[in-house]
Nanobody, 122 residues
């Protein structure tokens, strides 16, 4: 099973990006999908997650109202729409998967992508 992120790039503060995470090697329809990020010198932190079914989502407080997580079961892909980006959002963003339910602890996730760099210039 493999997760591959894409969509990260340099963007100005106030701009938008959409990250994608394409899953392959197995179906992830029974998996909760999460996005985490890690800035230089900081620990990996939870950003958003979506439950395996039903659309239940969770967000860290700093991105609520700005980021939206969604998934396309047919494409086996999860997205992170990021609006009103701030310099503090600069980090490597990782996609992750775990069975069934959302978790905010990165140790609870079984599969990880390689990450995609998001840089927000102020």
């Amino acid at each position: 099973a493999q997760l591959v992120e894409s969509g990260g790039r340099l963007v100005q503060a106030g701009g938008s990006l959409r990250l994608s995470c394409a899953a392959s090697g197995r179906t992830f329809s029974n998996y909760a999908m999460g996005w985490f990020r890690q800035a230089p010198g900081k620990e990996r932190e939870f950003v958003a997650a979506i439950k395996y079914i039903g659309g239940t989502t969770a967000y860290t407080d700093s991105v609520k109202g700005r980021f939206t997580i969604s998934r396309d079961y047919a494409k086996n892909t999860v997205y992170l729409q990021m609006n009103s980006l701030e310099a503090e959002d600069t980090a490597v963003y990782y996609c992750a998967a775990r069975v069934w339910y959302i978790a905010q602890n990165h140790a609870a996730y079984d599969y990880w992508g390689q990450g995609t760099q998001v840089t927000v210039s102020s």
